[in-house]
């Protein structure tokens, strides 16, 4: 993938405004663990399969613009994870409008996040070696202590991931081992592990396109679910998926943590987020509000959860958004244990395609009825 020509315009943007690049300030209350980790808002935990869709290799697009201009919040994007130039293109959203929308590919992994640790190795091993686990709105460390106890924790004996005699705690170290793990039904030599998938496990030039409306269309009816395409797009590049379900995987008697950054990896997309944390970078304070994070699959920005002075705006609607002058509709992530990064989306959504010439229509992937798992 080359260069692109629109890439010099972002940059003389981003010249300007780079030095104010800098991480969310979140409030992080009631967690009962992790180092600050300050998680604005995140969802719960996870099986690592079918969080997403997808996972088809794609040249970048080639896809025709049709006119109109790129919004300006293209610039907020980090630059370096972004694969080829975004374009305009024609598509179809979830409610069935026909719309043009802006289309930005972006590869498996952001390109300036670390990513991991997930799954301590063994039971002596501290937070800086491990990830975090989500429970009833509670943040923990996924540290060996935490796995050690994880029988107590669940109340159910046979929740056990470690080796009693040496510690050590069966972790998925190959791509064979961590999709069979992440699988909706876990292989059963795979149960009782600690998942962890690596990006390097993801297919070769594997993308992830982004086809958002330009102009959000507000939906007929809100989907009370956030759809298989995710909540939307982190400037940093990072995917902003939907809720995961823990039932399948605590079933399993797997865990599969996130990394502090409230993310974690599948084969089909790579690196995604069902939390939002002070890892992301944002360049784009709002005056005396939020911090802007990404773009939702709707159109409309996304926010911190809190505003400026540590509060969370009271007047929210059902999908964490809100109208104000001067800023316009906008979304507010949520909260530690809420499961999702937001609920629903107020607007008509676009789609988050594995293969960056495939046309978007959100109103087709509406009518698949409700996929996945996490
Ligand atoms: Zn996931
Ligand atoms: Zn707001």
Redesign the pocket.
Known sequence: MGKCGFCDTISTVRAAIADTWRPIITGGKDMRSKTAVQIALLSGA????G??QGGKTGEQSGAASSGGELPEYIASFDQESVIGSPTIVDCTLSGGEESQCVSITVGPAPANQKIGPFCPRNIADGPEKSGIWLESAKVYDADGPFIERLAQFYDDPDFTLHDISTGNIRVTDSKIACEAAARPDVAEEYRNYCVECEVSYVEEGATQTYVIPLTPVNAESVSPRVSRSGVGLAFSGARF?AP?PTDAILAAHTL?P?DDCG????TAVGY?L?AATDCLLTKDLVEGHAPKIGIALDGYPLLARLNLDGKEPEDLNMCRGHDLEGIGYHYHVDEPGSNAILPCHTGQTGCALSDPDAKCDASADAQRGPPPR?
């Open positions: 996870a099986s690592l399969v969080c997403t998926d995961a599969a996130f993310g974690h990896v599948n995604h069902h996490g």
